[in-house]
């Protein structure tokens, strides 16, 4: 009795046998494969970011962190900055994901920390157009929120902190990449 294997390059590998029936098998092999940009970085960095712009809502725009942002999730009424912090900071680090996912594809892993930091402003003013400006208001107003801001809402100190996100976000990838 003698055996045969052959490989194919589909991965087939043919067995044969002498006096006995043949048999094919096919083998799979798994490739790992990750996306681009780092998004652990992109946690970190929005976390950063997310931090200096908390700061100025909580300064200059209390009721955005108080009352419109934890009525996203039916959080508030009553104010409740303690819960607006929690969820605005997890906001920032997803959106920080999001960051790394489009420098990544865009193939700015490993450019200069000037590309990572205007690139970040960018982020942070297009979040402000379309997440700020025009689905918050939508959202707020379904969930029937006290703070029912205009739609658009293109209010100038929510453009400066969603600016002030993106370069801080921006600057701590660029930082830690």
Known sequence: MWVTHERGGDNTVATTQSGMASETATTTDTVL???????????????????????????????????????????APPPNGTIGWVVHMSHAAVLGVVFAGIVGVLGFDGASAWKHVAAGLVFGV??????????????????????????????????????VYGLGLGIAYAALE
Not at 43 to 68: D, K, R, W, Y
Request: net charge negative; no cysteine.
């Open 33 to 75: 494969e990750t996306t681009p940009g780092n998004w652990r970085v992109g946690v970190i960095g929005g976390l950063v970011g997310g931090a200096v712009f908390g700061i100025l809502l909580s300064v200059q725009m209390t009721n955005v962190i108080e009352v419109a942002i934890p009525s996203m999730y039916g959080l």
């Open 126 to 163: 297009v979040l402000w157009v379309v997440l700020a400006a025009l689905i918050m208001p939508v959202w707020l107003d379904a969930v029937g929120s006290p703070a029912d801001p205009p739609l658009p809402n293109f209010n100038q100190t929510s453009l400066v902190g969603h600016a």
